[in-house]
């Protein structure tokens, strides 16, 4: 469990829960309403539905509008529904319980909860089952704390969730939104989105590359999910707003915190070989393919990098193919150094996916060298008055220094902070090399 809080047998708590009700709808809970929402459960404190509940007209000792309940770990009211097949109505970014909600009984139950004026509902039918909505970056997991006017500390805890640590096939987190959900019967589990998710950007427009995606402690992985063709929450699924529900049912305990994520983009080809060598002065790039399905091209791409990428050139593929088909492309000027190479394989309706990188490394010749590496102050170059130009730039491609020609006294790099740069020499008879020089102090 994410959170530690007793759960006694039920004829107990639910006396405790009517006493808090009592207590919640007090004058003391009343006096809340202005700065921490029209109803307020306070950390420690239980309130329970047992019937249907409407956010417009309120009743069942809660006022119209947002439920307030305290986060903090160790220390968080709850808001019960008890009761088989329970609805929640009316659920809106005005109306939501801004906080932790728990289901006991059967049936599916979808859970109104929200965060800082965003509605965030989600759905299972586990009995005992129990989450929040967080509208907060997982990087930070930090949202607002109303009873204080600061913010919580990073929430669930185990927080926060780096969106860059994934598992297989996930190629992107959300990074709007989360939700901590609790329990130990296993359920169905659906997440809902509206305009303000942003599924459009974090899927590329694609629905079918959405999925449910939970952190298992160190990293996001994906949970077999499908998209809802019809919305828990009414209306079509599609991408300004739908759910999608996990096609298993799972434990919520096994995952800390969950969300949306896009997973990786079907290859438009079956790969099975990509190689790079050098024939002489060029590249030679060869690939085989033995399935192809729609597929409409190979860009082949150049680097001097890794960060930086330049199409060199475009081979159209057979298309439709189920045999072992071979391409080839030279590269007639590759740079003197070492070059980087990778296939974009585009699809006819332009999704696209990319092979690994190979490389090929030309000899930069014992004429032109720079010395000395590691460098600490100046770099020197061999036969300098064959350099035209030269250019430095840092791993990500940032071009930080730039001369038309060199001298004998070589370059001051002594502002430079100490990493891995590269330099690239262009010579007077067009020849262009690249060295990778070490800065250290």
Request: neutral net charge; without cysteine; charged residues 15%.
């Amino acid at each position: 469990m994410k959170l530690n809080y007793i759960n006694s047998p039920r004829k107990n708590w639910t006396a405790a829960t009517i006493s808090a009700m009592l207590i919640l709808t007090s004058p003391l809970a009343r006096a809340q309403e202005g700065s921490q929402g029209n109803t307020t459960i306070f950390g420690g404190a239980e309130m329970t539905f047992f019937a249907d509940h409407n956010f417009a007209t309120g009743g069942g000792g809660a006022q119209p509008g947002v439920i307030l309940t305290e986060r903090a770990a160790g220390s968080f009211g709850v808001l019960n529904f008890s009761g088989t097949n329970l609805v929640s109505t009316n659920a809106s970014d005005a109306g939501y319980v801004d906080g932790y909600v728990r289901k006991y009984g059967t049936g599916q139950f979808i859970f109104p909860v929200g965060d800082n004026g965003n509605l965030g509902q989600f759905a299972a039918s586990g009995d005992g089952t129990m989450g929040a909505y967080f509208h907060s970056d997982p990087n930070t997991a930090v949202t607002s704390n109303l009873f204080t006017g600061t913010n919580y500390t990073a929430l669930p805890s185990g927080g926060p969730f780096a969106t860059t640590s994934t598992g297989a096939n996930v190629d992107v987190v959300s990074t709007v939104e989360y939700w901590d959900v609790d329990g130990s019967s296993t359920t169905p589990l659906t997440l809902t989105w509206d305009a303000g998710s942003n599924i459009a950007g974090l899927t590329g427009s694609q629905l079918t590359k959405l999925t449910i995606v939970g952190w298992n402690g160190t990293q996001w992985v994906a949970i077999a999910s499908k998209v809802d063709v019809t919305s828990v929450l009414g209306g079509s699924s599609d991408l300004p707003a739908g759910s999608i529900t996990t096609t298993a049912t799972i434990t919520p305990n096994t995952y800390t915190a969950y969300t949306f994520g896009s997973l990786n983009a079907p290859l438009p080809v079956t790969l099975t070989s990509f190689k790079a060598t050098a024939e002489n002065s060029t590249a030679l790039l060869t690939w085989t393919t033995t399935a192809e399905a729609n597929s409409d091209r190979f860009e082949v791409e150049h680097s001097l990098n890794g960060k930086n990428w330049n199409r060199i050139g475009i081979v159209a593929s057979y298309g439709e193919s189920k045999v072992l088909r071979s391409y080839s492309f030279v590269d007639a000027n590759p740079a003197r150094g070492e070059n980087l190479y990778r296939l974009k394989m585009v699809d006819k309706d332009e999704t696209f996916a990319y092979s690994k990188i190979r490389n090929v490394t030309f000899e930069t010749g014992a004429e032109i060298t720079t010395y000395p590496n590691p460098v600490i102050d100046k770099l020197l170059i061999s036969n300098y008055a064959k350099v035209k130009q030269m250019s430095l730039n840092n791993t990500s491609g940032t071009k930080l220094l730039q001369k038309e020609k060199v001298s004998s006294e070589g370059v001051d790099v002594s502002n430079l902070k100490p990493g891995i740069y590269i330099v690239t020499l262009t010579l007077f008879d067009g020849t262009i090399s690249t060295h990778k020089v070490a800065v250290t102090r």
